[in-house]
């Protein structure tokens, strides 16, 4: 079973950056399907904010967090990365990957197959 581990959360004031990482337990790789990050805020339903092909080649992101967000991967650490930057209150969530062993490159969180535990996300001054 695929396991998924996502780190870098924590509290921030607006406008400040913060860099989510999602890596997998010694053993496995995140190289053959697409690599999302959701979002999940008390009360409301998860979020796709953003995707990356399994070669790295293409990205998707909500329109929401486009121009402020950049999502990565670096094969050589089996990690996926999440850069936010001029982070806003609505970021405020829980944060997850996943991953999408077809690839569809699509923001559905009913797509993914495989989940993190999440890590939070609270932008607050």
């Known amino acids: 079973q695929l396991q998924l581990v996502e780190s870098g959360g924590g509290l921030v004031q607006p406008g400040e950056s913060l860099r989510l990482s999602c890596s997998v337990a010694s053993g496995f790789t995140l190289d053959f399907g697409g690599v999302g990050w959701f979002r999940q805020a008390p009360g409301k339903e998860r979020e796709g904010v953003s995707c990356?092909?399994?070669?790295?080649?293409?990205?998707n992101y909500a329109n929401s967090v486009k121009g402020r967000f950049t999502i990565s991967r670096d094969k050589s650490k089996n990690t996926v990365y999440l850069q936010m930057n001029n982070l806003k209150p609505e970021d405020t969530a829980v944060y997850y990957c996943?991953?999408?062993?077809?690839?569809?490159?699509?923001?559905?969180?009913?797509?993914?197959?495989?989940w993190g535990q999440g890590t939070q996300v609270t932008v607050s001054s």
């Open positions: 990356i092909s399994s070669n790295g080649d293409s990205t």
């Open positions: 996943a991953v999408d062993i077809r690839g569809t490159m699509w923001l559905d969180h009913r797509l993914y197959d495989y």
